[in-house]
């Protein structure tokens, strides 16, 4: 399998990366791809021999000046703006209608390009897109608008570095006196925001339930060693917050603690890979009172199992993505899922014809 990545104009891509922040947050997946498959040597530089087209278009790094968040308000027009470019340079896009073609969408509501579901679901996956290959962080067990794509699920970005200098002080093997880890936003009193509420109010209920329980460390607020309390920690807890999925999913694993995956219907990565049911748990979102109960008995039967479970390399490796790619990453996880979609190759379907 072979894979040509354009070369496209530095407004799409690299321009973007004067902000660090770029190459390093939770979204940045779609950096981490485009510099990884351009010293893979799945690489070729002859787009007449390419099973696929990678497009790198950057569209999480536009940050906000108010939160500091991602503000991706521009990217249907920035997508909308390279597959113009790429168009008009035929054949390989026009050939195939961009069946052969492989995009990222690494935020919260993937290939729908927008952070409130409602909004999302509304508008739905830009009718450009929708014949190409998505690789994105969002995904469900049940129909959605925003995986009426072509897909593959992949981890959100966590820094493979910042890892391995957090085991550096706290091993895989070292003292967990932490039951049970959360960090992050919890409203004590959910807004409605068009309708609906942050985490489905998911995070609400386990703060008024265990605010006050010594098992669980609870903190609202930001703490940027916090990957060092996750290396302290027996259970993570990974409710959903917007979307499904969350960054505390790969690194709970990359640390050595249990995920507690608080997500009705979420679509994890790389399932073939990763054995989530080995290394993990599930929790309905209704079911978050009788966490502690739950908790308390895995802990009691098979926590120490799951655990020497985490504590295979090869799981986490297929959760980070590394440059230059690694055997067994994040990336190659990708490749091995598109080579499942070969069907979709201009080039193969050419040579099945012949």
Request: include cysteine.
């Given at each position: 399998?072979?894979?040509?990545?354009?070369?496209?104009?530095?407004?799409?891509?690299?321009?973007?990366?004067?902000?660090?922040?770029?190459?390093?947050?939770?979204?940045?997946?779609?950096v981490?791809?485009?510099?990884?498959?351009?010293?893979?040597?799945?690489?070729?530089?002859?787009?007449?021999?390419?099973?696929?087209?990678?497009?790198?278009?950057?569209?999480?790094?536009?940050?906000s000046?108010?939160?500091?968040f991602?503000?991706?308000?521009?990217?249907?027009?920035?997508?909308?703006?390279?597959i113009?470019?790429?168009?008009?340079?035929?054949?390989?896009?026009n050939?195939?209608?961009?069946?052969?073609?492989?995009?990222?969408?690494?935020?919260?509501?993937?290939?729908?390009?927008?952070?409130?579901?409602?909004?999302?679901?509304?508008?739905?996956?830009?009718?450009?897109?929708?014949?190409?290959?998505?690789?994105?962080?969002?995904?469900?067990?049940?129909?959605?608008?925003?995986?009426?794509?072509?897909?593959?699920?992949i981890?959100?970005?966590?820094?493979?570095?910042?890892?391995?200098?957090t085991?550096?002080?706290?091993?895989?093997t070292?003292?967990?006196?932490?039951?049970?880890f959360?960090?992050?936003?919890?409203?004590?009193?959910?807004?409605?925001?068009?309708?609906?509420?942050?985490?489905?109010?998911?995070?609400?209920?386990?703060?008024?339930?265990?605010?006050?329980?010594?098992?669980?460390?609870?903190?609202?607020?930001?703490?940027?060693?916090?990957?060092?309390?996750?290396?302290?920690?027996?259970?993570?807890?990974?409710?959903?917050?917007?979307?499904?999925?969350?960054?505390?999913?790969?690194?709970?694993?990359?640390?050595?603690?249990?995920?507690?995956?608080i997500?009705?219907?979420?679509?994890?990565?790389?399932?073939?890979?990763?054995?989530?049911?080995?290394?993990?748990l599930?929790?309905?979102?209704?079911?978050?009172?009788?966490?502690?109960?739950?908790?308390e008995?895995?802990?009691?039967?098979?926590?120490?199992?799951?655990?020497?479970?985490?504590?295979?390399?090869?799981?986490?490796?297929?959760?980070h993505?590394?440059?230059?790619?690694?055997?067994?990453?994040?990336?190659?996880?990708?490749?091995?899922?598109?080579?499942?979609?070969?069907?979709?190759?201009?080039?193969?379907?050419?040579?099945?014809?012949?």
């Open positions: 399998m072979k894979i040509y990545v354009y070369d496209l104009p530095s407004k799409y891509n690299s321009d973007w990366l004067t902000n660090e922040r770029c190459s390093s947050h939770l979204f940045a997946s779609e981490a791809i485009h510099r990884a498959l351009l010293s893979s040597d799945v690489r070729t530089l002859e787009p007449w021999e390419a099973d696929f087209f990678f497009v790198p278009v950057y569209v999480s790094c536009n940050f000046k108010v939160n500091g991602p503000a991706i308000g521009h990217a249907r027009s920035l997508m909308a703006s390279a113009q470019h790429i168009s008009s340079q035929p054949p390989f896009w050939r195939s209608l961009g069946s052969d073609h492989v995009f990222v969408a690494s935020h919260d509501f993937g290939s729908c390009f927008h952070t409130m579901e409602d909004v999302a679901i509304a508008e739905g996956v830009p009718e450009f897109l929708k014949n190409s290959i998505v690789l994105q962080t969002f995904g469900v067990n049940h129909e959605h608008p925003c995986q009426n794509v072509e897909n593959v699920v981890p959100p970005y966590i820094s493979p570095e910042s890892v391995r200098a085991l550096k002080k706290s091993p895989l070292g003292r967990r006196d932490i039951f049970v959360f960090r992050g936003k919890m409203e004590v009193h959910p807004k409605n925001v068009s309708g609906r509420f942050y985490s489905k109010r998911v995070r609400t209920a386990i703060l008024r339930k265990y605010g006050s329980d010594r098992r669980f460390y609870l903190r609202r607020h930001r703490f940027a060693g916090y990957q060092s309390e996750i290396a302290r920690s027996k259970f993570c807890l990974c409710p959903l917050g917007w979307a499904p999925w969350s960054p505390r999913l790969v690194e709970s694993v990359a640390l050595g603690c249990v995920p507690v995956i997500a009705d219907s979420i679509r994890l990565p790389f399932p073939a890979a990763v054995p989530w049911a080995e290394i993990s599930t929790v309905a979102e209704n079911d978050v009172d009788k966490l502690g109960d739950i908790l008995h895995v802990a009691a039967t098979n926590l120490s199992t799951i655990q020497s479970n985490l504590r295979d390399p090869q799981v986490t490796k297929a959760l993505f590394h440059n230059p790619m690694l055997e067994g990453d994040a990336t190659w996880q990708v490749l091995v899922a598109l080579s499942g979609k070969l069907d979709r190759s201009y080039k193969k379907s050419r040579v099945s014809i012949q």
